[in-house]
């Protein structure tokens, strides 16, 4: 278990930040950046499972996701959990948060732009809660999932895409 407080990072053909011990917590302070340019690449990238991200700065990827949640040379990043304050601003040419593994906890009341999914999860028993602004071709994909929104969806085709037998999806328009 770690604590990773960031200064700004700007990467070019790499992860901008790997988070790869499990039960870390990385914490993106206001002011700060982590950008990063290279295919399929992320601004932060977690490998471990149940870490926490604080984001109130600013992650880009300019070609790939901006957060992301895989599976590593260890176990599959599950029950991580993602926080978006209301200064956090997350960019990115693919999706804004791309997870898998199941029971990720997401809370969104900053900004996310992406150029496909604001919010992607796999696999299942995830909570969304979207207070912020997403704007991307597709709000929110998750599967099986508990997902409620309380905030802005600009989408060109779902705001809420939701599948499964056992996905909740609430919407209020603010």
Same mark, same amino acid.
């Given at each position: 278990?770690?604590?990773? !407080? !960031?200064?700004?990072?700007? &990467? %070019?053909?790499?992860?901008?930040? #790997? @988070?790869?011990?499990?039960?870390?917590? #990385? $914490?993106?302070?206001?002011?700060?950046?982590?950008?990063?340019?290279?295919?399929? /690449?992320?601004?932060? *990238?977690?490998?471990?499972?149940?870490?926490?991200? *604080?984001?109130?700065?600013? @992650?880009?990827?300019?070609?790939?996701?901006? *957060? /992301? =949640?895989?599976?590593?040379?260890?176990?599959? @990043?599950?029950?991580?959990? #993602?926080?978006?304050? *209301?200064?956090?601003?997350?960019? &990115?040419?693919?999706?804004? !948060?791309?997870?898998?593994?199941? @029971?990720?906890? $997401?809370?969104?009341?900053?900004?996310?732009? &992406?150029? !496909?999914?604001? $919010?992607?999860? %796999?696999?299942?028993?995830? +909570?969304?809660?979207?207070?912020?602004?997403?704007?991307? /071709?597709?709000? $929110?994909?998750? +599967?099986?999932?508990?997902?409620?929104?309380?905030?802005?969806?600009?989408?060109? =085709?779902?705001?809420? =895409? &939701?599948?499964?037998?056992?996905?909740?999806? +609430?919407?209020?328009?603010?």
């Amino acid at each position: 278990m770690f604590v990773h !407080l !960031l200064d700004s990072i700007f &990467a %070019t053909d790499t992860d901008g930040f #790997v @988070a790869d011990s499990p039960e870390s917590t #990385v $914490i993106v302070r206001e002011g700060v950046s982590v950008i990063t340019e290279g295919t399929n /690449r992320s601004a932060i *990238l977690s490998t471990a499972p149940d870490n926490t991200i *604080l984001m109130d700065g600013y @992650a880009v990827s300019n070609q790939g996701n901006a *957060l /992301r =949640f895989v599976g590593g040379s260890g176990p599959t @990043a599950e029950g991580s959990s #993602v926080t978006i304050g *209301l200064s956090g601003q997350v960019v &990115a040419r693919q999706n804004g !948060l791309d997870g898998s593994g199941v @029971a990720h906890v $997401i809370s969104n009341q900053g900004s996310i732009t &992406a150029g !496909l999914v604001g $919010i992607s999860l %796999t696999d299942q028993g995830h +909570t969304v809660s979207n207070a912020g602004t997403i704007t991307a /071709r597709d709000g $929110i994909m998750s +599967t099986n999932s508990n997902v409620v929104n309380e905030g802005t969806m600009v989408s060109e =085709f779902h705001s809420i =895409f &939701a599948g499964g037998d056992t996905t909740t999806a +609430t919407s209020t328009v603010p």
